[in-house]
């Protein structure tokens, strides 16, 4: 039986695709947006309406970088648990990193990963694949096959391929494949075991750290490779001001680079390790306030085009261990919303520049149909209050993992429903 259609009246529209925001409404029918009426009032006909009492419906989110313990690591994060904890974000569609039980470097773990979260998920998920056999950074996937299964582009997730020659090969076959490669600028001898970055702070702590200067030698190599091979390359985090030079000579070069930053590395910095929480540790770690600012300045501006929420959960047990032992990574699906809204808050961007980082522009990447409000676009959309309060209690989050570090933070912003496809999977 077909259900009705849906009348949203009385929003705040945000677009990206043309930059509205003011009044109005949409009509969804078949799981796709039917009409868009700015203004006025659309005629209910024995449609259901959705009264959205003035606050703010936007296309919704859709966030490429999100780790999920399926396969091997199901007590971590399932794509159940991932799933509920992207709809009560506003997230309807996220991309699942290959960092996998075993990596995601075959096509039949590509079809196993993309089945269970089509049973398992009622938003709409994404995975990317190995870019090298094991994520061990030695030997190339096989891209095309990858790619047939379902893999909408080609990463070692947190995994940098050190060796040039490795990567060299990977953009060069990505030519013939149409793959996008995806990759983790840090240069690997200078980060590895790091927990901070280097400076006074870091030293004053005694953690052993990583100069800030280590993202950009690996940026500068791989944009390098990208123009001597025409490849499709998208740095997955930016976060320090040393890296937005060469980005926008890349960019001002006409080569086909984009780049994202974490919510997490745009709203906290270095300082907030003070305490040895190891829910602030992160990979990359936290950096300067400078480098927080530079690098929101970039993506209010347009030099940076993506934000994520670089969901990574781990268990207790890996993150109540000494700072330096502990394992990194903060849990964001559920938080990415209220966070990135800070930035609003603050002045620092726009809503319509918001969801450009934030829908738009990851589906544009990823040859994606969402990100939009027009006729024919999915009806994935978010409805929220930008300024309804409140104080985030970790152990009521949906995700299997509670390691967020924003626990016991005042926060403003709460999703008050979700649809994919027309369908309600939130309700606040």
Partial sequence: MTSPPIIFTNARLIDPGTGYDGPGGLRVAGGVIEDVVRGGAEAADGADVVDCGGHVLA?????????????????????????????????????????????????????????????????????????????????????????DAGAVALTDGDHAVADAKVMRACMAYSRATGALIVHHPQE??????????????????????????????????????????????????????????????AKEAGLSVTAGVSIHHLTLNEFDIADYRSFFKLAPPLRAEADREAVAEAMAGGLIDVIVSSHLPQDEEAKRLPFEEAAVGAVGLETFLPACLRLVHDGRLSLT??????????????????????????????????????????WQLRARSKNTPFDRQRMQGRVLGTWVGGHRVFEG
């Fill in 188 to 249: 690997p001898s200078l980060s590895r075991g790091a927990c901070a970055t280097s400076g006074e702070f870091a030293s004053r702590l005694g953690l052993t750290s990583v100069p800030a200067i280590a993202e950009r030698m690996m940026l500068e190599r791989d944009l390098t490779l990208a123009e001597s091979t025409g490849a499709r390359y998208h740095a997955d985090m930016i976060s320090t001001e040393a890296a937005l030079s060469p980005l926008a000579r």
């Fill in 353 to 394: 520049r918001l969801f450009e980082c934030a829908a738009l522009t990851p589906a544009k990447i990823l040859g994606l149909p969402g990100g939009r409000l027009e006729k024919g676009a999915p009806a994935d959309l978010v409805l929220f209050d930008p300024d309804a309060p409140f104080v985030l209690d970790r």
């Fill in 59 to 147: 296309p919704g989110i859709v966030d490429m970088r999100v780790f999920v313990g399926e396969p091997g690591a199901r007590h971590r994060e399932s794509f159940r648990s991932a799933g509920e904890a992207a709809a009560a974000g506003g997230v309807t569609s996220f991309v699942a990193q290959p960092e996998t039980d075993p990596p995601l470097d075959d096509p039949a773990l590509v079809q196993f990963v993309l089945a269970r979260a089509r049973e398992a998920a009622h938003v709409r998920v994404h995975t990317m694949a190995a870019l090298t056999r094991g994520l061990g950074g030695a030997d190339m996937t096989e891209q095309q096959f990858l790619l």
